[in-house]
């Protein structure tokens, strides 16, 4: 949520119907799509962080009992997605933030053979 741009982002897992009023500096749609890997997929965890004119998610899902994450950044008033970045059963993504609008900070961590090392990049 960010209220300086009376802006909310939510996440759906189902097929939307769009309900209230979009946003006025929205796309045209009201709302954006983005497909996970696996339609049996089960969702664990979602963060959500606005910077301007922004919005970053991570989604970490679980498919055949292993854990998945994307980290996707759109541009919310066109709708566009910016990037999406897919990381398997060797690497996590914890958390992120917006350093501005051109910029991120990632936590991650990744396994390397000898267990679990830490990553800020």
């Known amino acids: 949520m ?3 741009q009376d802006l909310l982002v939510l996440v759906e897992l189902a097929e939307y119907e ?3 009023e979009q946003h006025p500096l929205g ?3 009201g709302y954006f ?4 890997v ?11 962080v606005i910077c301007g004119d922004y919005v970053g998610i991570i ?11 994307e980290f996707c950044i759109w541009a919310w008033k066109e709708g566009d997605l910016l990037m999406c970045l897919q ?3 060797k690497a996590r ?11 991120v900070l990632l936590a991650n961590i990744f396994a390397d053979g000898d267990g679990w090392k830490s990553m800020i990049s």
């Open 2 to 4: 960010d209220p300086s």
């Open 18 to 20: 769009p309900k209230g």
């Open 27 to 29: 796309p045209a749609l």
């Open 33 to 36: 799509d983005h497909d996970l």
């Open 38 to 48: 696996g339609l049996a997929s089960i969702l664990r965890r979602i963060q959500i």
């Open 59 to 69: 989604f970490v899902y679980l498919v055949d009992s292993y854990l998945y994450d």
């Open 87 to 89: 990381l398997g059963r």
């Open 93 to 103: 993504i914890q958390s992120f933030t917006f350093l501005n609008e051109t910029q």
